[in-house]
C-alpha cells in the first residue's frame, strides 16, 4: 500500500537524550514536512523539505534538526536543546500537481 | 501564504447539513483554498481544495465567494464520523510551506 508511515507510534525518553523519529514515504512526493501539536492546539511546522538534500526551518525549528539523504526518508531529530519536547509529532508528504498533503498517523514523544 | 480565520467550534445535528465558514482576506490570486480535518489522535485527511470555482467531491462541496476572501466548507449530511477539527489552509506561488492555523472543531450531535 502506498502511504506515510512514523515509527514509533509512541516514544518514551529521558531528559537531556536525542531522539530520532522516523518518517517514510512510498508515495514518490519531493515535498515533505514536520508538524508538531500540543494538546487542543493547532499543527506547528518544524521543517520541510522540497527535494533531496535541501530543507528550510518552519516556524519552531529550534532545537530540532532534519535531514533528507533520501527521497523517501525524511527522520526528524529532537535535541536536548527543545526545551518542551513532549508532544504529538506528523510527517506529511505532498503531491505536487494538486498540492494535496498525506499525513502519517503520528507519534507521541513523552521525555520524562 | 495568505492566514486564514475559522470559528473555533461549531455544533451540528446529526442528518443536517454542516457549513464551516473560513476568512483569507489576504488571499493572492495564486492561492489555492485547503480544507483537511483531523480525527482526535490522527493525522489530518485532506477533503478538498479549490481556487475560484467551487468544487463538490464525494466528501464534501467547497464555495468560494466572488472575491475569494471568503470559503465554506459543506458537509451535505453529517454523521456523528464527522465530529473532527477542520482546518482551512491557503497555499500558494514559489513556496511550499503548509501552514496550519487552530481550525474548528466540529462536534456533530446525535
Known amino acids: 500500500d502506498g502511504g506515510i508511515t512514523q515509527s514509533p507510534k509512541y516514544l518514551f525518553r529521558k531528559e537531556g537524550q536525542n531522539v530520532t523519529l522516523s518518517c517514510e514515504q512510498n508515495?514518490?512526493?519531493?515535498?515533505m514536512y514536520w508538524y508538531r501539536q500540543d494538546p487542543g492546539q493547532g499543527l506547528r511546522l518544524i521543517y520541510y523539505s522540497q527535494i533531496v538534500n535541501d530543507f528550510q526551518k518552519g516556524d519552531i525549528a529550534e532545537g530540532y534538526s532534519v535531514s533528507r539523504e533520501k527521497k523517501e526518508s525524511f527522520p526528524l531529530t529532537v535535541t536536548s536543546a527543545q526545551k518542551n519536547p513532549t508532544a504529538f509529532y506528523l510527517c506529511?508528504?505532498?503531491?505536487?500537481?494538486?498540492?494535496?498533503?498525506?499525513f502519517g498517523q503520528g507519534t507521541r514523544l513523552t521525555v520524562v | 501564504d495568505a492566514k486564514t480565520t475559522q470559528p473555533p467550534s461549531m455544533d451540528c445535528a446529526e442528518g443536517r447539513a454542516a457549513n464551516l465558514p473560513c476568512n483569507h482576506s489576504t488571499i493572492s490570486g495564486n492561492e489555492y483554498v485547503y480544507w483537511y480535518r483531523q480525527i482526535h489522535s490522527q493525522g489530518p485527511q485532506y477533503i478538498i481544495h479549490g481556487l475560484k470555482n467551487n468544487e463538490t467531491n464525494e466528501m464534501a462541496s467547497l464555495i468560494i465567494t466572488e472575491d475569494r476572501k471568503s470559503s465554506t466548507l459543506i458537509l451535505p449530511h453529517a454523521t456523528l464520523r464527522d465530529t473532527a477539527v477542520y482546518y482551512c489552509?491557503?497555499?500558494?506561488?514559489?513556496?511550499?510551506?503548509?501552514?496550519f492555523g487552530t481550525g474548528t472543531l466540529l462536534a456533530v450531535q446525535p
Open positions: 489552509i491557503v497555499r500558494g506561488g514559489a513556496t511550499n510551506k503548509l501552514i
Open positions: 506529511a508528504s505532498r503531491l505536487p500537481r494538486t498540492g494535496e498533503a498525506f
Open positions: 508515495l514518490n512526493h519531493d515535498a
